[in-house]
Every structure is written in structure tokens, then in C-alpha cells.
């Protein structure tokens, strides 16, 4: 009787031992209620940098670095580098992500590494994304040696304004001048004595430059080695006139009548020599053109016109004090001296004119001759009537 009862009791507790595990296990591969399966398809995510670097070497110091990341939803995105500082990641759209960051200055050089972690609600993902970095000290070309060149202050001016000139030439000891008409010839430059190879200058527009475009060269050692253009534009201010008496006008003669040519001069020797002067005066008609001459002065002819007799102002626009001119029924204009005439050689000589000192002298010997000859004869006469008589 105790044995049946202690196996029974075995038994009982065999049994319960068994079933508690059996329970257990069964409570744990059942899910909760609510619970979602893993979503494998979700765990996906790509990286790709956008940006280029500026060497070919790789991103410099300082240079923005740019990615953009792709999800399959919407999800937290995150970037880190050890090449990079101020990482910043900024959603597009549920699945499209873009980010910056900037090279550091002492990463040196080598291909970096750009990892992202994409967090969903249920799962996550990692990727990654290479790019150059080349922090060190590039070696810098060498320059070629620079050309001479020559600056202006401004590229345009009137006249009397001032233009600041440089001329730079590395290294050169030359003497350095700027040429233009604008400039009203050559202008000397000083040198620099803080910047080798470097002179200054200050330049004029002249009075005398005229509106349009002018070519300044810059000269070393009178050599020119660079040009540049200067526009000269008109002046606001009316032409300075000429200072009265620097100017002379002259007519000679003083006076005539209608038909006769009369010598027009101006003496303006601070006028330039290229510039066009005329007389002016209602005798002669209106204006007579003058032209220079190698004595330095202008001069013309001017044809007394028909007009009343009386005194007529002529003038010029030189600044020169007009003169008298007078207008009569008589000619002023002095004729030809008749001891200025001269027979051309082997012409017959008239005998409207004096004859030259040798003719002089033939004509008297034979004056004389003549005289002679009268008074041979006369003698003749004399005796042969003498002989008649004592005969």
C-alpha cells in the first residue's frame, strides 16, 4: 500500500515538473497583441557625395564637402567623418536626405570616409561613401616674370585734368617716360624708391587735345613696351582766347581800290602752327585764308573788293589788335619801278626802261662819237669855204 501511494506521487510530481517549461516556452513564441514582424526590406539606405573638389588632389581645407542620402522611407538620417566638421543632414522629402560638411584643416592627406546611419521606427541601417582629402601644402608655381605694363588712373579725361601714370617693369633700372598727344607729348616718371622696378607720374590733359581716342605709350629707356587708350572728351569751358598783343596782323599797303592785291600777315607765335587763320574785313569781301610760311607766320592775299570808299576794320581770330584798311578811288599799290625792269637775254631792248650801267657807257661813247663827228664835219665845212674864197 505505501509503495502504490509513492508511486503516484512520482508520478504527480514528474508530471508537474514537465509541464511548468513546456508553458513557458509556449508564452514566449507567442506574440504579443499589437507587435509588427521585422521589416527587412525597410533596412536599406545609399549615400553619394555631390560635390566636386576644386584640386585633383582632393578637397582642400575649408571646402564643403556635399552628400545626399536615399531611404526607403521616412526615417532619422545622421552623418559622421573624421574628415569633417559642422555636419548638417536636412530632409528633402520621406526618402531623399542632403548634407554638408567641411574639411578639416589638419586631416592631411588620404581618401576619407563618410558614414550615415538611417534609424526607421522598427529597424535601421548603416552606409558609407569615400572621398579624396588633401590638406597639405600644395607647391606653388613659379611665376613667369611679369611683362612691363603701364596703368592710367582713369581712361578718359578733359582738358586740364590730371592722370595719375604707372609703369612697372620687375627688376628693370631703366628711365621710364608715358607719350600722347592727348598728354601733349612726353612725360617724365620718377622712381619709385620703396618699389623696385615701379615709377610715377602725373600727367595733363593738354588744351590743344581735341575730342575723340588717344594711344598713351610707355617707353623705357625710350623703348615703348606697353600702350593703352585715353579718351578725351570736349570741354565744358569756351576756348580760352589768345592774349591780345602776343598776336600781330599787318596789311600792306594800308589802302587801295577796288582789284588790288593786298599782303595779308599774322605774326602768332602762340598759336600752334596746325591751326587754320584767316583775315576778316568787308574791304576784301569777307575772310581770306592765310597759310603758315617757313618764317613762322601766317600770310595771304586779299583782293580789295567793290565797295564804297571809306576805312574798314580788318581783324583775325587770333587775339591780334585790328588794323585800319582804306578803301579810295586811288591805287596804293606801288607800280613798277621802271629801273626794276629787265630785258631778257636776247629780247630787243625798247628803251622803256633804263639801260644797264654798261649800255650806259656805250651810249655815251657814242655820244661822244657823235659829238666828234658833228664837229669834224664842221671843221671840214669851214675850210673847204676858206679855200673857195682865196681861190
Known amino acids: ?67 545626399q542620402v536615399t531611404t526607403e522611407g521616412a526615417a532619422e538620417v545622421s552623418a559622421v567623418s573624421d574628415a569633417l566638421t559642422g555636419i548638417s543632414v536636412t530632409s528633402q522629402d520621406t526618402t531623399t536626405y542632403t548634407g554638408t560638411g567641411t574639411v ?20 535601421g541601417a548603416r552606409t558609407t561613401a569615400t572621398f579624396p582629402v588633401n590638406t597639405g601644402e600644395s607647391p606653388k608655381p613659379t611665376p613667369d616674370p611679369a611683362e612691363p605694363s603701364l596703368s592710367l588712373s582713369t581712361d578718359g579725361g578733359k582738358a586740364g585734368d590730371k592722370v595719375a601714370v604707372t609703369v612697372r617693369d620687375a ?18 616718371l620718377e622712381r619709385d624708391p620703396q618699389h623696385e622696378g615701379t615709377w610715377h607720374g602725373t600727367a595733363t590733359v593738354a588744351d590743344t587735345a581735341e575730342s575723340g581716342s588717344y594711344r598713351v605709350d610707355a617707353l623705357l629707356d625710350g623703348k615703348v613696351v606697353d600702350s593703352a587708350k585715353f579718351g578725351v572728351q570736349g570741354s565744358d569751358k569756351p576756348a580760352p582766347q589768345p592774349t591780345p598783343g602776343k598776336s600781330t596782323l599787318a596789311v600792306n599797303p594800308g589802302g587801295g581800290r577796288t582789284g588790288d592785291r593786298i599782303a595779308v600777315t599774322v605774326d602768332a607765335p602762340s598759336i600752334n602752327p596746325s591751326s587754320k587763320i584767316s583775315a576778316d574785313s ?14 613762322g607766320k601766317w600770310h595771304g592775299t586779299a583782293t580789295v573788293a567793290k ?64 659829238v666828234a663827228l658833228g664837229t669834224g664835219s664842221l671843221a671840214g665845212a669851214g675850210l673847204l669855204r676858206g679855200g673857195r674864197r682865196h681861190g
Open 1 to 67: 500500500m505505501r509503495k502504490a501511494l509513492t508511486v503516484s506521487a512520482i508520478a504527480v510530481a514528474t508530471s508537474m515538473a514537465l509541464a511548468v517549461p513546456a508553458t513557458a516556452f509556449a508564452a514566449d513564441a507567442t506574440p504579443s497583441p499589437g507587435a509588427t514582424a521585422p521589416a527587412s526590406d525597410k533596412a536599406r539606405a545609399d549615400v553619394s557625395i555631390t560635390s566636386s573638389s576644386k584640386d585633383e588632389t582632393g578637397y582642400k581645407a575649408g571646402e564643403k564637402v556635399t552628400f
Open 104 to 123: 578639416k584643416d589638419d586631416y592631411g592627406t588620404g581618401t576619407a570616409e563618410l558614414t550615415v546611419t538611417v534609424d526607421y521606427p522598427d529597424t
Open 171 to 188: 627688376g628693370s633700372d631703366s628711365v621710364a617716360t608715358v607719350r600722347s598727344d592727348a598728354f601733349g607729348g612726353t612725360v617724365k
Open 282 to 295: 568787308r574791304a576784301f569781301g569777307g575772310k581770306v585764308a592765310l597759310s603758315p610760311g617757313k618764317d
Open 307 to 370: 565797295v564804297k570808299n571809306g576805312d574798314y576794320k580788318v581783324t583775325t581770330g587770333t587775339g591780334a589788335d585790328p588794323v585800319t584798311f582804306t578803301v579810295t578811288s586811288k591805287s596804293h599799290v606801288k607800280p613798277l619801278d621802271p629801273s626794276d625792269h629787265k630785258t631778257p637775254k636776247g629780247s630787243v631792248n625798247t628803251g622803256m626802261a633804263p639801260a644797264s650801267h654798261d649800255q650806259q657807257g656805250l651810249n655815251a661813247a657814242a655820244v661822244v662819237g657823235f
